[in-house]
């Protein structure tokens, strides 16, 4: 059964255009060192989709969506010792972190504010909405991806 997540990056990071410009619009979503995002990443599986959350943006805004193609492996990052990524107590033999793969499916039209988000009745209870909520990935319920889809119809899909 297909899980739908939201994975969110600060836009001067990396952006809904840097992944769909990748090569293959396909990237490992890096840097995760929280272990309840940890744990959701690692539940993730190949098919899931994601919304492509800009946080720290003006406004903090859902702008598309993403596939994951790619299950969870342990992040290559945690082993660099040049990277910013890096952890000295996980290893390839008891890795703590992991990424996934994800491709670019679409870009939204228009972006949809957590301002916006916030005054839809149905999406209420929706982690991202919750006071103190921070995670960088997180579940969606499927009724809430459902009324975020619908309420990107009016507005058509578009590709960057």
Known sequence: MSQYWLLKSEPTTFSIDDLADSPQKTTCWEGVRNYQARNFLTSMQVGDQG???????DPPSIVGLVEVVKA????PYAF?????YFDPKSTRE?????????RFLKKFAEPLSLERLRNVNALRQMELLRKGSRLSVQPVRPEEWNCILALCAPSPL???
């Open 94 to 102: 008891h890795p703590r972190w992991f990424v996934v793969d994800v």
């Open 72 to 75: 969870a492996y342990p992040d």
């Open 51 to 57: 919304f492509f959350y800009h946080s720290n943006a």
């Open 80 to 84: 660099d010792s040049k990277s910013r």
């Open 158 to 160: 578009s590709d960057p």
